[in-house]
């Protein structure tokens, strides 16, 4: 959150969707509803990283023309002696 604007992050950020907020909580409902008929999930696996909270980007390309994707923006890679050690505690 923006301690000075009073505002939060838009959900593009994360992959995510931001949504106008109004008094038709109906409405909104429905489009929530509506973004959630279908959807396809990626994973992988990436490589440990060389240096702590290495960013990588990420974009994903959809050639299906009508269909959309959605991703966060990036990550923080770990090296893997740091993963191991967050993993045990």
């Not at 009073?6 to 931001?18: R, Y």
């Not at 429905?30 to 999930?41: F, G, I, M």
């Not at 893997?80 to 993993?87: C, D, K, N, Q």
Request: aromatic share 8%.
């Amino acid at each position: 959150m923006d301690a000075e604007n009073h505002t939060v992050p838009k959900g593009d950020t994360s992959g995510g969707v931001a949504l106008d907020f109004n008094n038709d909580v109906t409405a909104l409902l429905r489009e929530c509803l509506a973004d959630t008929q279908a959807y396809y999930e990626i994973s992988f696996d990436p490589p440990a990283a060389d240096h702590r909270d290495e960013y990588h980007h990420l974009e994903i390309k959809v050639a299906k023309p009508g269909v959309s994707g959605r991703t966060r923006q990036g990550y923080y890679a770990q090296p893997a002696h740091w993963r191991r050690l967050v993993s045990t505690q």
